[in-house]
């Protein structure tokens, strides 16, 4: 408890800490229900392995959810993506709906089959902007569009496209994924906490809760969706995402050390350019996206009352997994269309989907990564 009382009095200079202010922070430190977020002693995940016992602090409460009515789980909680996870929604969303925009707008000429979808997607890295740029570079940009305009005319596309992907999403066109509910079920019935994750969800908060509509109210009112204000509300969003204190301590060294091996990356870059006869910028920065993961994984281990290397994250992308690799999380990457031939190598396993062979909550507790 001194120890804990230590770390949370070593705030930063400027926000000076009084006797009564640091006995206030003990008694709120005392009721952690988890470790308190620190930087992993090493980034591999290879040496996971559960915790016997949940700690025995009171859990904290998770508004909307009847988790406490089942026995919980005492060694694993699960976090899962919505876009790629819980559906494959590259597969039969994103890409119809471009198509949808483009006759819209009465672009004929364009038509997004799932292979130029998949390339773009690659070498665009997912950015949809980035996609159209690429696209239209190569087939070329309608005639009657002055240069001026591509911005605001990509702006009309990605907006077309929203609007037919919130449709199709509603509708019955967007399937879940086959055994993704029985997986649910399971569980539920053995009572895993289940945390459905959308804060940094790539379409957005409505399109993200639509997709969840589809699993019935009945699984619904018993998992956790961790959207924006729930990552604000969490003691990790207040504490270092709140205003009033910058962050904990090992959170401010873990930036300190990312801006030292930044400085050094762009010094060596600078040298290579004078070489070169070039100039060069390079952003080495952590994005705003990424933090946002990071900050989500930790508040969705938080509200299922476990330390994060407790919960599993059932993933899609490759930036989530380094969030979960940055936070001390094993991480399970279920491959989508988009996914099918991509490498995760820092994932503990790679499935192809739920059930049967691949991922069941079997598996998971016993560890049975491969």
Not at 179 to 201: C, Q, T
Request: proline share 5%; with cysteine; charged share 25%.
């Amino acid at each position: 408890m001194e120890a804990i009382a230590t770390r949370y009095s070593l705030l930063p200079r400027s926000l000076p800490v009084s006797g009564t202010r640091k006995a206030e922070i003990a008694a709120a430190a005392a009721a952690i229900p988890f470790p308190l977020p620190s930087a992993p002693a090493s980034s591999s995940l290879r040496d996971f392995s559960f915790p016997s016992k949940n700690p025995k602090s009171p859990r904290l409460p998770c508004s909307s959810s009847n988790l406490q009515e089942s026995k919980p789980s005492t060694d694993l909680g699960l976090l899962l993506e919505v876009e790629g996870v819980l559906a494959d929604i590259h597969r039969f969303g994103n890409r119809q709906s471009f198509n949808v925009a483009f006759q819209k707008l009465g672009l004929d000429c364009a038509n997004w089959t799932e292979p130029v979808y998949a390339d773009l997607m690659r070498k665009a890295g997912g950015d949809e902007d980035r996609m159209l740029v690429l696209f239209f570079n190569r087939i070329g940009w309608p005639t009657s569009l002055p240069t001026s305009e591509k911005e605001s005319f990509m702006k009309n596309v990605i907006r077309e496209k929203r609007k037919a992907l919130e449709e199709i999403v509603t509708s019955s066109n967007l399937p879940l994924r086959p055994g993704v509910e029985n997986f649910i079920d399971d569980a539920l019935s053995e009572g895993v906490p289940v945390m459905m994750l959308i804060a940094y969800s790539r379409n957005g908060d409505k399109i993200s809760r639509s997709i969840i509509d589809k699993l019935g109210h009945d699984r619904i009112s018993k998992i956790k969706i961790i959207g924006k204000e729930e990552v604000e509300g969490s003691f990790y969003g207040q504490l270092v995402l709140g205003k009033g204190v910058s962050s904990t301590l090992d959170e401010q060294l873990v930036k300190e050390a990312q801006k030292a091996v930044s400085m050094e990356k762009q010094r060596i870059a600078e040298e290579v350019a004078a070489i070169l006869k070039l100039t060069v910028d390079i952003d080495t920065s952590p994005s705003e996206n990424f933090e946002k993961i990071v900050a989500t994984l930790r508040a969705g281990a938080e509200y299922a009352g476990l330390p994060a290397q407790n919960c599993v994250l059932i993933a899609g992308s490759q930036s989530s997994i380094l969030g979960a690799e940055r936070v001390g999380m094993p991480c399970v990457v279920l491959r989508s269309s988009l996914t099918a031939r991509a490498e995760f190598r820092q994932a503990k396993a790679v499935m192809d989907g739920f059930g049967g062979a691949d991922l069941t909550i079997s598996r998971l507790r016993h560890k049975k990564w491969s």
